[in-house]
C-alpha cells in the first residue's frame, strides 16, 4: 500500500506544469522617445540581461540634427550603459520576478562625432568629438506583452573637442529626462 501511495505522490509531483515558472527576458530593444521630433534624431539600444547579478549592459546608437535655421549640424554617436535593477521586479509589469524590471541605477559612456555646416555660406564649420558620462535612476514596467516602457532622470558631465583645434575644449555638466519604449525578449 505504502508503494502506491509513493507511485502516486510521486505521479503527481512530476505532472505538475513547470511551465508556470516563466523564464526572464534576456534581451531588450528600445527607441528614445523624446528623439522622435520629427527628422531631428533617433536613439536607440541594446539591453542584455545577466539576471544572477540583477545587471544589464546595453549598447547604444544615436544619430541627431543638433542645429537648425541658418546653421546644420549633425552628430553621430555610440555609447555603453550598465544598469543595476535592485528587485528585478514591478508592480506594473507582467514579467515574472527576477525580469529587468523595476527601479534601477545606471552608468552611461558616450562618444560623439559632430559636424557643422554654415547654409548661408555654404561651408563646413568644423568637426567636434564630444565624450560624455552620466548616471541616471529609473524605472522600467514591461505593462503588456513584452512592450516596455523606461523613464529616467540623471545627471552627466559632457567634454567637447574642437577636432581642428581652432577652438578650446570645454566642459559642461548636463541634467535629462528620458523616456525609452521598446520590446523585451
Known amino acids: 500500500m505504502s508503494d502506491l501511495l509513493g507511485l502516486v505522490i510521486a505521479a503527481a509531483t512530476s505532472t505538475a506544469d513547470v511551465s508556470a515558472i516563466a523564464e526572464p527576458d534576456y ?3 528600445s527607441i528614445s522617445v523624446p ?3 520629427g527628422l531631428r534624431g533617433i536613439g536607440a539600444s541594446y539591453e542584455r540581461w545577466f539576471p544572477a547579478r540583477r545587471i544589464s549592459i546595453a549598447a547604444i546608437g544615436q544619430l541627431r540634427q543638433t542645429a537648425t535655421g541658418d546653421y546644420g549640424a549633425l552628430s553621430v554617436g555610440v555609447g555603453g ?3 543595476w535593477y535592485w528587485r528585478a521586479d514591478a508592480w506594473l509589469s507582467k514579467l515574472p520576478a527576477g525580469s529587468m524590471v523595476g527601479w534601477f541605477l545606471g552608468a552611461r559612456l558616450e562618444v560623439a562625432l559632430g559636424a ?4 548661408i555660406d555654404d561651408r563646413w564649420l568644423g568637426e567636434s568629438l564630444d565624450l ?5 535612476i529609473g524605472y522600467r514596467i514591461a505593462p503588456w506583452r513584452h512592450v516596455e516602457i523606461t523613464p529616467s532622470v540623471g545627471l552627466g558631465m559632457r567634454r567637447q573637442v ?3 583645434g581652432r577652438l578650446p575644449a570645454y566642459s559642461r555638466g548636463t541634467a535629462f529626462a ?4 521598446g520590446w523585451m525578449f
Open 27 to 29: 534581451n531588450a530593444v
Open 132 to 136: 560624455g558620462t552620466s548616471g541616471l
Open 81 to 83: 550603459e550598465a544598469r
Open 35 to 37: 528623439a522622435i521630433d
Open 116 to 119: 557643422t555646416h554654415d547654409r
Open 178 to 181: 528620458g523616456l525609452s519604449v
Open 162 to 164: 574642437d577636432l581642428s
